[in-house]
């Protein structure tokens, strides 16, 4: 063996530790240095550094610092954080929507950028060669299983992204079962949650409805009754965005929020133009959202959004009277147990109006069914244009109607039944109407331990009166008019009543 060959191999493995050992100290004025490389040979990479908010200053010292460690002689390189921290790098990378083979090439920059902080110093030195070899064969060895343990993590976040994928599938498909299952409100929400915390790998959840101006929770996962309100503050209907992102074609919208507590997906539930509700799934882990999570939490949203609509149609056709648009007979009987319930517990005051359509077989008789339909959605727009918010008017029989008027005493009662006979006369003169339309109205008010069976039962009494009072003044009108002469041709004449 040749001993100068022997001690300028020496020299060279001393004199490349001293020099990595130097650079290393300051390990962020090397990341800068070697930032400026990548930004030159790898500009995407800034780019997208610049929109995640990544600091890619210390991601460059990092990645500088392991390099300038492989350098030294005088260190047991730990394999195993180094090569975790690449997979990591990998990992993120790969959510991000970056290419392997620009991952690659940027390891690469910064063996490069390694190479020159180490040639500076010495540049013109003895052994410069000798040492700039040596560098570059570790630096090598070092660079290979870096990228193997960096494409390792970015496949492995690509495989668990498609087994992400699948079960979303298997989760969209689920909920469109149920959604077309059920029109249940709540089994909705629930389905939803349940499916779309799985698929996306999520531990908690809520779903708003909306109701006018305002959203009330349907239902929750992974939340006691105390944190409710708190996670709506949050994440809920009323919360600040931190993106926001059409789903697509998707009508609903889904928008990511970061908190405190939370990181979470937040979706408006829209259908034909109209938002029916909120979605919100979040974890308080570190999540980093896709776009394809939020591509699935669209497809989500817009079927939820598609049932409840669906759900609530049904619950209100199952509720009203298709021709009045009045409550029908069932939900006015629901409306009044519930009423009694309150006027009993609060010691507030309840009457009942019933109002009857005098003669609607005359005008059926007459003019049609479709006349008889006109008479009682004239009576019932009348109706809902008299009565107050606050009260239920219901279509309880073919041309029965009923009210249900919570704090109300019979005096307003009977100013309400007075203000009704007027309302429907002026109605039928404004149609023109060839028969005129006639109501009876019966009163009653809810006494100390009654039913609301007791109540109606009072009202419909009392609106039997009022018919037969009705009938009275009309046949006593029809014999106190006076006779009409009319002179036939032939100079005649004959006597004919009033009516």
Request: glycine letters at 8%; hydrophobic letters at 40%.
């Amino acid at each position: 063996m040749n001993p100068g060959a022997e001690s300028g191999g020496s020299y060279a493995v001393d004199v490349l530790a001293t020099l990595a050992s130097g650079l290393g100290v300051d390990s962020l004025e090397s990341g800068r240095k070697a930032l400026e490389v990548v930004r030159v040979r790898s500009p995407e990479m800034i780019t997208l550094s610049e929109l995640t908010g990544e600091d890619l200053v210390s991601t460059s010292a990092g990645f500088i610092e392991m390099f300038l460690a492989s350098l030294r002689s005088d260190l047991e390189l730990p394999w195993g954080d180094f090569e975790q921290r690449s997979r990591d790098y990998g990992r993120l990378r790969a959510a991000q929507g970056l290419p392997l083979e620009s991952l690659i090439d940027v390891l690469a920059v910064y063996r490069r950028a390694t190479i020159e902080l180490i040639s500076r110093p010495i540049q013109g030195k003895p052994h410069y060669d000798e040492i700039i070899a040596l560098a570059q064969g570790r630096l090598e060895d070092v660079t290979e299983r870096l990228t193997a343990a960096l494409a390792r993590g970015y496949l492995e976040y690509i495989d668990e992204e498609h087994r992400a994928r699948e079960s979303e599938m298997y989760g969209l498909a689920a909920i469109v079962t149920a959604m077309g299952r059920s029109l249940d409100l709540a089994e909705t929400a629930e389905v939803a949650l349940v499916e779309s915390l799985a698929a996306l790998r999520l531990s908690t959840g809520a779903v708003w409805l909306r109701e006018r101006s305002s959203h009330k929770v349907a239902h929750t996962v992974g939340l006691d009754n105390d944190q409710v309100d708190e996670f709506g503050r949050q994440v809920g209907p009323h919360a600040k965005a931190s993106a926001s992102a059409a789903g697509g074609r998707s009508e609903s919208q889904v928008d990511r929020i970061s908190t405190r507590d939370w990181n979470a997906l937040r979706a408006q539930l829209r259908v034909k133009g109209r938002t029916v509700g909120m979605m919100t799934v979040a974890t308080v882990q570190d999540r980093l959202f896709s776009t394809s999570d939020m591509l699935f939490m669209a497809a989500v949203a817009d079927q939820v959004a598609i049932a409840i609509d669906r759900a609530r149609q049904f619950a209100n056709e199952a509720r009203t009277d298709h021709l009045t648009g009045l409550a029908n007979r069932r939900e006015f009987e629901r409306v009044m147990e519930r009423e009694v319930a309150l006027a009993e517990r609060h010691k507030r005051r309840l009457s009942l109006m019933m109002i009857d359509v005098d003669n609607l077989k005359r005008i059926n008789d007459r003019m049609g069914h479709s006349a008889g339909d006109g008479a009682l959605r004239l009576v019932a727009q009348q109706l809902q244009r008299v009565v107050r918010a606050s009260d239920v008017g219901a279509r309880v029989g073919g041309d029965e109607f009923a009210v249900a008027m919570p704090e109300t005493d019979l005096e307003r009662a009977r100013d309400v039944a007075m203000r009704l006979r007027r309302a429907v006369e002026h109605g039928a003169l404004s149609m023109r109407s060839p028969e005129h339309v006639e109501v009876s109205v019966g009163i009653a008010a809810l006494g100390p331990g009654q039913d609301w069976q007791t109540v109606y039962q009072a009202a419909d009494a009392d609106l039997y009166q009022d018919k037969r009072r009705r009938k009275t003044v009309r046949r006593w009108q029809q014999e106190d008019k006076p006779a009409v002469r009319i002179f036939g041709r032939a100079g005649g004449r004959r006597r004919v009543s009033g009516a």
